[in-house]
């Protein structure tokens, strides 16, 4: 094994920064795709004129 850096190659430091990112992005993607269907699923129980 050679301990050589290329210059592609980043440090175990810099991926985890990388993989925090990415899962922010998921999760915020994830929350306001479903986030709507979610409130327009429970708005469906609820009668539209109460009165």
């Given amino acids: 094994m050679h301990n050589k850096p290329n210059k592609n190659q ?5 991926a985890i920064q990388k993989m925090g990112k990415y899962a922010a992005l998921t ?3 994830t929350f306001l795709i479903l986030n709507p ?6 708005s469906a129980d ?3 004129d109460p009165g």
Avoid: F, N, V
């Avoid at 980043?10 to 810099?14: A, N, S």
């Fill in 27 to 29: 999760a915020m993607g």
């Fill in 46 to 48: 609820q009668p539209e």
């Fill in 10 to 14: 980043i440090t175990r430091k810099q």
């Fill in 37 to 42: 269907k979610k409130a327009h699923a429970q």
